[in-house]
């Protein structure tokens, strides 16, 4: 599933412009607590690189330039761009900022921003003392409870009755949650975590 996806956006490109066939524009949409606060303006008219690398463990990366907005708080703020093509909206994933600068052209202050899918929470989460998952817990309400730990609170699980055998707490202070979902997920035979292009988490078989 996630490979499908991945292979049909692969390094797309959303400049915002009007194609010869269709009438193409791209909002960038800032949500804060996951509602529109502000929106960002691509710099003179560009837009932002959009790519989707099927292996990697954060998969949607996004990056360009945008006239400052002093309302944006880029360590808490989320970006979903929003692609239109005659009138029918398309959102193109949700990202968090992990990199962004202010640089000058000319007199006007520009914004260089790099960001990522909210995959990126559960990675650079981290567990503090020893997990410990009880005997009998279900796999999925577990992978469950780590992303909404983590920050992530929007996603689709298919259904698994498989509960854990026996007490586990094997994983060192330090370890990501995305590394202990992860691994709790092959255990079900389940795909690494993912995300759609409306910014969900994806737990389920390939």
């Not at 880029?74 to 640089?103: C, N």
């Amino acid at each position: 599933a996630v490979r499908g996806m991945c292979s049909s956006l692969l390094s797309r490109q959303i400049t915002g412009r009007r194609s010869a066939m269709s009438n193409v524009s791209v909002e960038y949409l800032v949500l804060r607590d996951n509602v529109e606060y502000s929106r960002l303006t691509a710099f003179k008219g560009g837009g932002a690189a959009i790519s989707v690398t099927a292996d990697a463990a954060v998969k949607w990366a996004l990056s360009g330039k945008f006239a400052q907005n002093r309302a944006v708080n880029y360590l808490t703020d989320v970006i979903q761009p929003v692609l239109t093509i005659d009138g029918v909206r398309q959102p193109l994933g949700k990202y968090i900022p992990t990199d962004a600068y202010t640089e000058h052209d000319g007199m006007r202050p520009v914004v260089s921003l790099t960001a990522y899918d909210l995959t990126y929470l559960a990675m650079s989460s981290k567990i503090e003392t020893r997990l410990h998952l009880a005997k009998g817990t279900l796999y999925t309400a577990a992978i469950q409870a780590l992303l909404v730990e983590s920050g992530i609170t929007d996603f689709f699980v298919e259904a698994n009755t498989a509960t854990l055998q026996a007490d586990r707490e094997d994983w060192e202070p330090g370890t990501s949650y995305l590394s202990i979902a992860n691994e709790l997920l092959a255990a079900v035979n389940y795909e690494g975590i993912w995300f759609d292009s409306a910014g969900a988490a994806r737990l389920g078989r390939a």
